[in-house]
């Protein structure tokens, strides 16, 4: 069987943009390092009024490195950050990579036996953790059941807010904290995070070799929406890489970014914990010296996030389609149209784009929004769309130095062909024709599972030509322009009367309706057709009490194949999401 690509992309691939690039064998430590060297007295944090230059970052990460080195953190160790969008996060994370440690987040959502799970699994000997995180999920807890975890360091939101606001905050009780911190529970000992950074002083870092591509750098669990998370080994290659990746696509179409090289802004509202906004927003931010304006959570009103890219000159920004939405619908952010001339593009992720939803953000903003597609075993980015050729419902084209594949979802051998349907309308239909699994290979893809032979070996497969591929459990198509389509999750797949339905498509027919806020569709056992057909709907709050479900039900039938409409419609109040906005269809089936 022939391994040969055809890049059906090609025909429409942006010609400005190329196909190869040279990249920089540089650690993550180092990248940073450039950076600061390059633009010193650039700011590169901006929380909640208090701000940091690039040059004193770099001195705090050498001094936080070193004082971990002499607490007895190797190369190789592995030390969990349990924190949120603080400047604690970015020093430690750097300071980590920077003497060949691996940083190891967890979503500050995670609860006690989650943590456990992650700590055991990554033999995690340290953790740095907010105060008010350790209080709600780790306190009056066993923490002998993470053995190897020998010191816990605890910092608090306090620490790098402006003093006024500081004092004044923790006065009022607006500023959370954790009364009275513990020193030693059981075998396990405390620190304070800014007595750690003192006693990095004087700067001695270890001299450690770490080579690129074969070092870890970040251990990223998977939301374990097949058993228990796994955890996805990235070198400091794979995100090095992809920002080079992302960088690439951005300045060669919108040149124009170039100019903002050191003084330009990314907004930071998705947990850096998660690696969508780890590698897009603070990797890429940081390897174009820009500032990090860092949201410690979603504001109330976020109107707000506006306020701040106006104020702080934002230039760039990750998110996901329910933060352009909310932006788009609170009505503070009318005020702000036509006022952003800093923002000059975002990229969504995570979850479909609907065209309504892209079309009102950027009427509002000025900017526009690419989407793209990957996951955390991709660094993330596999493919996104080109910001002057974009097309609904799709994710566009594999980066440079990026090559997909669509395979046959039952044995994932066979090489399946370029799409032929005028419309990809009916490509459900008989899906063995152009519909199979995405697979994608490139320097971005991830060095495997930890401790899962198994899995890395399912996952990850050479060809005749050597290359790796990575088999994403994504159904799609390359649609006749050659642009890559997303049907659905192989395990969220559908099947009525013999008939393969992807929930994904029927969602995206759905949001034609005006009044839908939010669409989720999931099959449901039927003994007469196999599974039945079912949409979860939110309402956008005008709407509601308006429309009926035998209202959407009769449109459904009007506007959509037969055997894909869904046959039973629930209205709810909202849909169960992710921490980054990916609506849960687990959860709607359970």
């Known amino acids: ?256 970014i170039q100019d903002v090289m050191g003084k330009g802004g990314m907004f930071v509202v998705l947990p850096l914990a998660h690696e969508f906004a780890l590698s897009i927003a603070m990797n890429i931010g940081i390897s174009n010296g820009y500032k990090l304006i860092l949201f410690i959570k979603p504001p109330e009103k976020l109107s707000k996030i506006l306020d701040l890219i106006q104020k702080e000159g934002a230039t760039f920004g990750p998110g996901v389609p329910t933060l352009w939405n909310k932006i788009s619908q609170d009505p503070d952010s009318k005020k702000y149209k036509n006022k952003l001339p800093t923002l000059v593009a975002c990229l969504s992720g995570a979850a479909p784009l609907p065209l309504e939803v892209k079309q009102e953000f950027e009427d509002l903003t000025g900017s526009l929004i690419i989407e793209g597609f990957g996951m955390s075993e991709t660094s993330p980015i596999l493919t996104v769309t080109p910001f002057h050729k974009y097309k609904e419902n799709t994710v566009g084209f594999p980066v440079s130095d990026t090559l997909i594949k669509i395979v046959d979802a039952e044995d994932g051998i066979k090489i399946l062909p370029q799409c032929q349907n005028e419309s990809c309308e009916n490509c459900g239909v008989d899906e063995s024709q152009y519909i199979g699994e995405i697979c994608g290979s490139g320097p971005q893809v991830f060095m495997g599972y930890l401790n899962r032979p198994e899995a890395t070996e399912y996952a990850l497969r050479k060809d005749s030509k050597g290359r790796t591929w990575y088999y994403t459990a994504d159904i799609g198509c390359i649609d006749k322009d050659g642009y890559l389509r997303i049907k659905d999750r192989k395990r969220d797949m559908i099947k009525y009367k013999g008939h393969s339905v992807f929930p994904r498509e029927v969602e995206d027919l759905l949001y034609q309706l005006e009044y839908i806020n939010e669409v989720g569709v999931i099959g449901v056992p039927d003994p007469e057709v196999g599974e039945n057909i079912k949409a979860y709907i939110s309402l956008k709050p005008e709407f509601q009490g308006k429309v009926t479900e035998e209202d959407i039900t009769k449109w459904a039938k009007e506007n959509i194949s037969a055997f894909k409409y869904p046959r039973i419609i629930e209205i709810i109040p909202e849909l169960p999401k992710s921490v980054v906005g990916k609506i849960l269809r687990r959860e709607l089936r359970e």
């Open 1 to 256: 069987m022939s391994d040969e690509i055809n890049e059906y992309w090609m025909q429409n691939w942006p010609e400005e943009t190329p196909r190869h690039v040279e990249y920089d064998d540089i650690s993550l430590g180092q990248m940073l390092r450039n950076t600061t060297e390059t633009y010193p007295e650039s700011e590169v944090i901006y929380f909640e009024g208090f701000r940091m230059k690039y040059k004193e970052l770099d001195v705090f990460v050498d001094q936080f490195a070193t004082a971990l080195y002499y607490m007895g953190i190797k190369k190789g160790d592995v030390v969990l950050i349990n924190l949120p969008n603080t400047p604690q996060f970015v020093i430690a994370y750097f300071a980590l990579v920077r003497i060949g440690a691996i940083a190891n987040p967890i979503i500050p959502l995670n609860r006690f036996s989650e943590i456990v799970h992650q700590a055991n699994d990554s033999k995690g000997k340290m953790m740095i953790i907010l105060d008010v995180l350790y209080e709600e999920h780790l306190h009056g807890k066993d923490l002998s059941k993470m053995p190897t975890l020998k010191d816990i360091i605890l910092t608090g939101v306090a620490e790098y807010l402006p003093k006024i606001k500081a004092k004044l905050g923790t006065a009022l009780g607006k500023v959370p904290r954790m009364k009275k911190w513990p020193t030693k529970v059981g075998d396990v000992n405390f620190h304070k995070f800014q007595d750690v950074l003192q006693n990095g002083l004087p700067i001695n870092l270890p001299d450690v070799k770490i080579n690129p591509k074969e070092d870890v750098s970040t251990l990223i669990y998977t939301g374990g929406t097949t058993g228990l998370p796994k955890g996805c080994m990235m070198s400091h290659s794979n995100f090095v890489v992809n920002a080079q990746q992302g960088n690439t696509w951005v300045q060669t179409q919108l040149p124009e």
